[in-house]
C-alpha cells in the first residue's frame, strides 16, 4: 500500500551507511561467542571495520522531527476538512432521508408498537447528542395474560452472522483456506446479527430476555428476573446499566433442558409478538439510526473541534 511504502522508505532512508548486518543477525549469535567478540583486540574503538561490522549503532527512532509540522491552527483546518470530506461523501451517498422500504415497514409495524427514539431522562431525537442511537418498543396490546410488553435495541449492537462451521473452521474468513480469497474479488459484506431485549412485566416485576436474531430466526441467550415495570426496566437496559450486575443474573440459558430453551423462544415470537416483521425492522433500522449518528457525530466533531 501507498502508506506502507512511503514508511517503509523513510526508514530506509535512516539506516545508516556502516549499519552492514541486520541487529536480528548480531542477537542470534551465542551469548559466549558475543563475549569473545568483546574481549578481541579487534572489539576497541580503533579496531578495524570488524568491529564496526558488528557494533554499528541501530537505527534510530523516528522523531516528530521525521514528520509533518503542524501548528495548532493549521492542525484543526485540516482535520476540518477532512471531516467535511467525509460528511459531503456521506450525504452524497444517502438517499434523502428514511429509506423507502424501511419506512412502509415501520407504518406496518407501527400498527401493534409505539416505536420511540432516545432514552427517558437522557435525551430524544431532538434531546441529547447522540441518544437517537436507542430505540424503545411498547406492544399497544397486553400480553394473554395482562402482560406489559417492549423490546429496546441499540443501533450499534451488530455483529457479522457468521456461523461456525466445525468442519470448515475458516469458512466466511476469506484468504486461502476461505471462500472469498481469489485477489481482486469483491468480497460480500457478511449478513448482519442484531442483539436486543424483550420485557414482560406484570405486577411491578419484569423478565427480561436478552435476544439475538440473525439469518436463523430469533434466538434467546439469557433470562433474568427484575423488580420494576417494563418503562424503568426498558430504560436500564436502554442506559447500559447492566441490571445490577450485583444480582443474579439467571441460569446459563444454553445448559438449560432443550425443550425449555425452545419454549423461551416460542414465547418471545408468538407470545411477546417479536414476529419477521419485528426483527426486520430492527436490524433494518439499526442500519439507518447508525448512518444517522455517524452523521450527526461529525457534524457536531466539526463544530467543536473545527
Known amino acids: 500500500m501507498m502508506r506502507s511504502n512511503a514508511i517503509a522508505r523513510r526508514i530506509a532512508s535512516a539506516i545508516p551507511t556502516n549499519y552492514a548486518i541486520p541487529r536480528a543477525a548480531s542477537s542470534a549469535m551465542s551469548s559466549s561467542a558475543m563475549d569473545a567478540l568483546a574481549s578481541s583486540p579487534s572489539a576497541s574503538p580503533s579496531s578495524s571495520s570488524t568491529a564496526r561490522y558488528y557494533f554499528s549503532p541501530p537505527p534510530p527512532m523516528m522523531t516528530a522531527t521525521h514528520r509533518r509540522q503542524f501548528s495548532s ?4 483546518t485540516e482535520l476540518g476538512s477532512i471531516l467535511q470530506r467525509e460528511i459531503n461523501e456521506e450525504t452524497e451517498a444517502s438517499t434523502g432521508g ?3 422500504e424501511l419506512s412502509e415497514l415501520r407504518n406496518d409495524v407501527s400498527a401493534k408498537w409505539t416505536i420511540l427514539e432516545g432514552i427517558v431522562g437522557i435525551g430524544n431525537e431532538n434531546g441529547e447528542t447522540g441518544s437517537g442511537a436507542t430505540v424503545r418498543m411498547f406492544r399497544k396490546d397486553a400480553g394473554s395474560n395482562g402482560a406489559k410488553i417492549g423490546v429496546v435495541f ?3 449492537d451488530t455483529e457479522d452472522d457468521i456461523k461456525f462451521d466445525e ?7 476469506g484468504g486461502e483456506n476461505g471462500e472469498g480469497g481469489e485477489e481482486g474479488d469483491e468480497e ?3 449478513p448482519q446479527a442484531v442483539r436486543f431485549g424483550v420485557t414482560v412485566s406484570k405486577g411491578g416485576r419484569t423478565v427480561v430476555m436478552q435476544c439475538r436474531s440473525g439469518d436463523e430466526g430469533v434466538n434467546v441467550e439469557s433470562v433474568m428476573v427484575r423488580d420494576g415495570d417494563t418503562e424503568s426496566v426498558l430504560s436500564e437496559l436502554a442506559g447500559g446499566e447492566g441490571l445490577h450486575a450485583a444480582l443474579y443474573q439467571g441460569p446459563e440459558f444454553t445448559e438449560l433442558a432443550e ?7 416460542t414465547y418471545v415470537t408468538k407470545e411477546c409478538g417479536v414476529d419477521d416483521d ?4 430492527v436490524s ?3 442500519d439507518y439510526r447508525e448512518q444517522e449518528e455517524y452523521v450527526s457525530w461529525m457534524k457536531t466533531a466539526i463544530d467543536i473541534l473545527d
Open 73 to 76: 491552527s493549521e492542525a484543526a
Open 98 to 100: 428514511i429509506p423507502a
Open 154 to 156: 441499540h443501533c450499534q
Open 167 to 173: 468442519n470448515d473452521p475458516f469458512a466466511g474468513m
Open 188 to 190: 460480500e459484506e457478511p
Open 259 to 265: 425443550d425449555l430453551q425452545e419454549s423461551f423462544r
Open 278 to 281: 419485528v426483527t426486520a425492522f
Open 284 to 286: 433494518m433500522y439499526c
